[in-house]
């Protein structure tokens, strides 16, 4: 209507102009916000103060972020405001059980099991908290019901293989880390535990496999080299374990322990002079370590 009073077309061309530059200036500082999860959700709870959705998730971002308090915070913000809302229920104890504030965290699930019995979620926290308190029995119990309410809640698996594990019932151990595999195939934990299990029956290379398969997923953790390292060495592959032992050096390079297990494979490939070297150093870090000693007279006696 207002570029229809314009009579003069230079007029209506800078007007059109000026209102798409707001809007463009607009849309601009628009996408500025949703670059941030967070930056976006204040925005929007400036004209949406009470909205659910966007306080839950203003919370869930600060949760994500780590900011612990904060998102406490905004969950007990949206609990005031909606007390049978469950995800907020839910919000307020994990906030408090990742800070390690468990009695707090209990009281929050239990107070979403009333209005839940089988949020899995809520059962397999509470199932962690029993047994960090030392009744593994109940904790059980509690992963038990957990799988039984959600049989695709992975933690449950991983967590209940766990305690099994620490148990010595490697049977159903083994069964609940290959269905954590099965719904989470980047479950590290699970291949971990999986490659000890089969370490512990002498089934060195199914031992083997899945700590390949943890490495894939983590090719940082120390242990899992490690066990790989030593797995080829017990399995005579003394070329396969030396890139692994090198890994390890990288990370902890005077670790006497891991020279010594280098320098055998080295040794064991024909590289002697090398392996006499490492053993030779190794004794002047610390002369009193046996293992080296015990290595560089064997090896220096065929050597001759």
Do not use: C, H
């Amino acid at each position: 209507i207002l570029l229809e009073m314009i009579k003069k077309e230079k007029f209506k061309l800078f007007l059109i102009i000026f209102i798409f530059s707001l809007y463009g200036i607009r849309t601009i500082l628009r996408n500025y916000d949703w670059k941030d999860p967070i930056r976006f959700y204040e925005k929007s709870l400036k004209y949406f103060p009470y909205s659910k959705i966007l306080i839950n998730n203003y919370a869930v971002s600060f949760a994500f972020n780590k900011k612990y308090d904060n998102a406490l915070y905004y969950f007990k913000k949206l609990y005031i405001l909606y007390p049978d809302e469950k995800k907020a229920i839910l919000g307020i104890a994990k906030s408090y059980f990742v800070i390690g504030n468990y009695n707090e965290a209990e009281k929050y699930y239990k107070k979403l099991l009333e209005l839940d019995p089988s949020n899995s979620s809520a059962l397999t926290d509470i199932a962690i908290i029993y047994y960090k308190n030392g009744d593994k029995k109940t904790s059980l119990e509690l992963i038990k019901k957990a799988i039984q309410s959600n049989k695709y809640y992975q933690p449950a698996y991983l967590f209940g293989g766990k305690i099994y594990y620490e148990n010595k019932d490697y049977i159903m151990s083994e069964f609940l880390f290959n269905q954590s595999i099965k719904l989470n195939p980047e479950d590290e934990i699970s291949y971990f535990y999986l490659g000890n299990i089969y370490f512990k029956k002498g089934n060195l290379n199914l031992s083997l496999f899945y700590f390949l398969n943890a490495y894939k997923i983590n090719p940082r953790n120390k242990e899992i080299i490690l066990n790989i390292a030593k797995l080829y060495q017990l399995l005579r592959k003394y070329k396969e374990s030396i890139p692994y032992f090198e890994k390890l050096l990288k990370i902890e390079p005077n670790d006497i322990k891991i020279l010594n297990d280098y320098a055998i494979s080295l040794n064991e490939i024909g590289e002697k002079e090398k392996a006499i070297k490492i053993l030779k150093d190794i004794l002047k870090i610390d002369p009193s370590f046996k293992p080296a000693r015990i290595n560089l007279k064997i090896i220096e006696k065929n050597y001759n």
